[in-house]
Nanobody, 126 residues
Framework: QIQLIESGGGSVQIGGSLTLSCAAS????????VGWFRRAPGKEREFVASASVRGSTTSYSDSVRGRFTISRDNSKNTLSLKMHSLQVEDTAVYYCAAAIASRGWPVTLEYEYENWGQGTQVTVSS
C-alpha cells in the first residue's frame, strides 16, 4: 500500500502563509487521487482540497478556494498545500490522504480515501 507523511505545520499570524508537504512511498503515486483534509478543535474532519492523478485537475472546499493551492510532483512522489491569507478558522490538524484513482473524480468524501498520513498541526493566531 501507499504510505504518507505530512510535514510543514506550525504557527502563523492571521494573514500569513504556510506550505504543507506530504511525502508518499510504497505503491505507485500515480495510481492515486490525493487530497488534504483537516480537523479543527471540537470539529469533525473535513475536506480541504484534492488533486487528480496528474495534478491537472483540482477541487477545493468553499472555505479555502482562492486562498489555498494543492499541487503534486509525481517525479518526487510529493503533495503540497500552499496556504495564504490564513485565518483563525484555518487552525486545525491537516492530513494528506490518497484514494485509488479508479474511484473517479471528484473525490471529496472522507470514506473514499483509504490511505492517511499522521497529520500536522497548523495554528493561526493574532
Amino acid at each position: 500500500q501507499i504510505q504518507l507523511i505530512e510535514s510543514g505545520g506550525g504557527s502563523v499570524q492571521i494573514g500569513g502563509s504556510l506550505t504543507l508537504s506530504c511525502a508518499a512511498s510504497g505503491r505507485p503515486f500515480t495510481n492515486y487521487v490525493v487530497g488534504w483534509f483537516r480537523r479543527a478543535p471540537g470539529k469533525e474532519r473535513e475536506f480541504v482540497a484534492s488533486a487528480s492523478v496528474r495534478g491537472s485537475t483540482t477541487s477545493y472546499s468553499d472555505s479555502v478556494r482562492g486562498r489555498f493551492t494543492i499541487s503534486r510532483d509525481n517525479s518526487k512522489n510529493t503533495l503540497s498545500l500552499k496556504m495564504h491569507s490564513l485565518q483563525v478558522e484555518d487552525t486545525a490538524v491537516y492530513y494528506c490522504a490518497a484514494a485509488i484513482a479508479s474511484r473517479g473524480w471528484p473525490v471529496t468524501l472522507e470514506y473514499e480515501y483509504e490511505n492517511w498520513g499522521q497529520g500536522t498541526q497548523v495554528t493561526v493566531s493574532s
